[in-house]
């Protein structure tokens, strides 16, 4: 389901339920379409990126919801000029509902200067293919030691 040529796979690329849902996922980011993004989400899905405490959300508490999600999609997502993703692995067991995709993130500001996240990411989805849960493992002081001017 990679529909971007923002998005290096390295890893397994079956039908998995949870793995094609990440790759819409990244995806939707990658072309900057909140309308798509939200159609990958269950209504009841909950986010943390990253997880716990984050400028994104101070209590760490996650952003629960499409009004949850579309408010983290404005703080942490339209900022940003360009996202390159780069899959270097993904685990996924047959007949389960989760995925864990480990790679890294480039995002670029409109100035030009840019940021390297290196994360896990875990999808779990619903038995419909949509994401109930997403949690994103990294760290920000890493990706802002990452920070480049243009």
């Known amino acids: 389901m990679i529909t971007s040529d923002a998005i290096t796979w390295n890893a397994p690329n ?4 949870a793995r094609a849902a ?5 995806s939707a980011v990658a072309k900057g379409d909140l309308a798509e993004w939200l159609t990958v ?15 994104f959300d101070p209590e760490g508490a996650g952003h629960r919801g499409h009004e949850g999600i579309s408010a983290f999609w404005e ?4 900022p940003i000029a360009t996202f390159e993703f780069e899959i270097n692995d993904s685990f996924a067991n047959p007949g389960g509902n989760t995925c864990a995709n ?8 409109p100035d030009g200067s840019h940021t390297t996240t290196d ?4 999808y779990v989805v619903h038995d419909d293919g949509r994401v109930a849960s997403m949690k994103a493992y990294w760290e ?4 802002m030691a990452s920070f480049m001017t243009a």
Do not use: C, W
Request: no cysteine.
């Open 41 to 55: 989400y269950a209504e009841d899905a909950v986010i943390e990126d990253p997880v716990g405490p984050s400028m």
């Open 102 to 109: 480990i790679g890294r993130i480039k995002t670029s500001f």
């Open 75 to 78: 703080k942490a997502i339209a």
């Open 14 to 17: 079956d039908d998995h339920p």
């Open 140 to 143: 920000p002081d890493r990706t």
């Open 119 to 122: 994360l896990i990411m875990v």
């Open 22 to 26: 990440s790759q819409r996922s990244y």
